[in-house]
């Protein structure tokens, strides 16, 4: 068997693993992009498993490593690479023409998180997201394929959108860790202190904190929203179902602000097959 086929398949199976969500619905997708996208996605994956299951000059040595695979996949040996994810990266790189900038730039958003850090404002955190979030939409965006470079901007939203969403799902796990991914002027406008968030008894303090978050992720949905138009035909079924999986999340938050202290809000089968038969709906109609 053809080697780059096989580490596809190793790819996808690191994917699967992961238990998540982006496995299934870009399983919706033609077999090429399908495995350019989990190309991409088991070396986010990668430097996910740097960053949040090690600590120190471990988790930076194990981030410069996941950078190696990039340096190697855009490098001219990428086919002898020893590392499936390198030489399906590699791969893909080439097939869908992807840039590097996303890459370098995603790497220097993880180092940002292998030490504890303060984010004074909004703007901080955005920047935090483009890094971490953003960068994946403009490199997904160049293998979904488009018929407007506008899809390219609205990429980064979703990207943002996403990411929102995972900071106030994670937000219980991510003060474990010592993170904080919530700015500071937010805390204060809405009459809460670090002390107060970490005890985990929340009072209306925290409801304001949460209701400013929320509409502001819900703002980039909003721009998002208008990017599955833009996608080639073939793939807004699967970004469909992306988008609609984290709408529900950050939805089933809004109902219920206060369950992300307590445990982690996830979606049940039947509604992410409600979910799927919305984007086909979707899909048929644009």
Known sequence: MDAVKVAYGQCGAIVRRAGSSFYWGMRLLPPPKRAAVYAV????????????????????????????????????????ADHPV?????????????????????????????????????????????????????????????????????????????????????LREDMARGRLYLPQEDLAAAGLD????????????????????????????????RLLGLLAEDARLAAGMLYGVY??????????PRQVLTRRVGLSLPRRMGILGRAVWQAIRS
Not at 135 to 151: H, K, N, Q, S, W
Not at 247 to 256: D, K, V
């Open 194 to 225: 670090l002390q107060d968030l970490a005890s985990r008894h929340p009072g209306p303090a925290f409801d304001r904190l949460m209701a400013l978050e929320l509409s502001r992720a819900q703002a980039y949905y909003a721009r998002a929203a």
């Open 41 to 80: 996605y088991a070396w986010c994956r990668v430097c996910d498993d740097a960053v949040d299951e090690a600590e120190g000059a471990d988790a930076a040595q194990r981030l410069e490593a996941a950078a190696d695979l990039v340096r190697v996949a855009f490098g001219a040996h990428w086919r002898e």
């Open 86 to 170: 390198a030489q399906a990266l590699g791969d893909a790189v080439r097939r869908f023409c992807l840039p590097a900038e996303p890459f370098w730039e995603l790497v220097e958003g993880m180092r940002m998180d292998l030490v504890p850090a303060v984010y004074a404002t909004f703007a901080d955190v955005r920047r935090y997201c483009e890094k971490v979030a953003g960068t994946v939409g403009r490199i997904l965006v160049e293998i979904f394929g488009y018929r407007d470079p506008d899809a390219r901007r609205l990429a980064v939203d979703m990207g943002i959108a996403l990411q929102l969403t995972n900071i106030l799902r994670d």
């Open 247 to 256: 709408y529900a999340i950050w939805s089933q938050i809004r109902a219920h």
